[in-house]
């Protein structure tokens, strides 16, 4: 009987070891990047500042030595490409077009969520008689180059029956957008949100409103992972992820969407102009972390046009970046199939 219970202990313990050989060793810390606007410190207006400012995703490692750590990037999607490439990041969330260029350059991420929607505003000057995108045939028209805005106005285009050659495009940042306008160098300026307040001043006026243009309209991005964070710590990954869902269902609620929009209003931006912005918008659908055919089709979408652009040299294989693993899990796990149905490579929803 002793020899019997002294072989069991032995195995248990065998066992207990190799359980504890194979446990995840959680990561010390978890690095996170966004695109960053504001003064003094920088903040994100997408949902990983939701998820960051209402600590989804540090509540996932609450009682672990895990820490986490937010950085928003005033330099777009260039820097964050930057910090991945020199392995200052484990995680970002940022504009399709400057990701794809990254992916294409050989940064290794992998997919694991959609970031949701980007409002983007089309600004004309007021002594103009600019009411449509078609009016802007033959005029000058201020964006900032490799950016899901630049995506979004060669869209735009097309769907009014024009292309690239029809317009003139003036390369510039933000800022300098505003002053070209200001100073009537250029006849339009294509933006988010800060081009908002020009209206009220009197130096633009707001013509267009990617919203308004259908499901397709608006700009979108990724959040991803390095894959060499996700193979080490794959218990980690899907942490986080089921924080970046839980930040997006908050979202979705709309008792919520005034604090959302203070939330974000630390990048810079007054509440007013975040609620001008997303004025009309379901929040729960434009910040839908799905990533379903409707996503699949936006994304190829912009490797095309940075094709065309030669933004990219090399190809990008959609299929093997996507891993849709860990958000359906999040959305099973959380019960949230009915908040964000399937939706085809139209948007139409599925069931």
Known sequence: MRRLLSTFLLAATVMFGAATAHAEEAPATIRFGDVGFG?????????QAIADAKGFIADEFKGTPTKVEFTY?????????????NGQLDFASYGAVPNIIGKANGLDTVILASYGGTTI?????????????????????????????????????????????????VDLKNADQLAAIAAKSVDAVFGAD??????????????????EAGASG????????????????????????????KAAQWLADDKNREEAFKIWSRAGSPVEII??????SQLGQKYNPR?????VARYRSAIDFNREQKLIRRDVDLDAWVDPTYVDNAVKTLNL???WPDRSATGVLQN
């Not at 990037?73 to 490439?85: D, M, Q, R």
């Open 218 to 245: 608006d700009g979108f991005g990724a959040f991803l992972v390095t894959d060499k964070f996700r193979k080490a710590y794959p218990e980690a990954t899907q942490k986080v992820v089921t924080g970046f869902v």
């Open 291 to 295: 990533l379903d055919d409707f996503f």
């Open 39 to 47: 003064f003094g410190t920088p903040f994100g207006v997408g949902l």
């Open 73 to 85: 990037f005033t330099g777009t999607g260039p820097a964050i490409n930057e910090a991945l490439s």
């Open 194 to 211: 800060f081009l908002l307040p020009l209206e009220d001043k009197g130096v633009a006026k707001i013509f267009y409103k990617s919203s």
């Open 337 to 339: 199939q009915a908040l």
């Open 121 to 169: 505003f089309g600004a004309a000057r007021p002594d103009l008689e600019i009411k449509s995108i078609a009016d802007l045939k033959g005029k000058k028209v201020a964006i900032q180059k490799a950016t899901i805005i630049h995506w979004g106005l060669i869209t735009a285009l097309k769907n009014a029956g024009l292309s690239e050659k029809d317009i003139t495009i």
């Open 275 to 280: 609620s001008k912005s997303n004025a009309g």
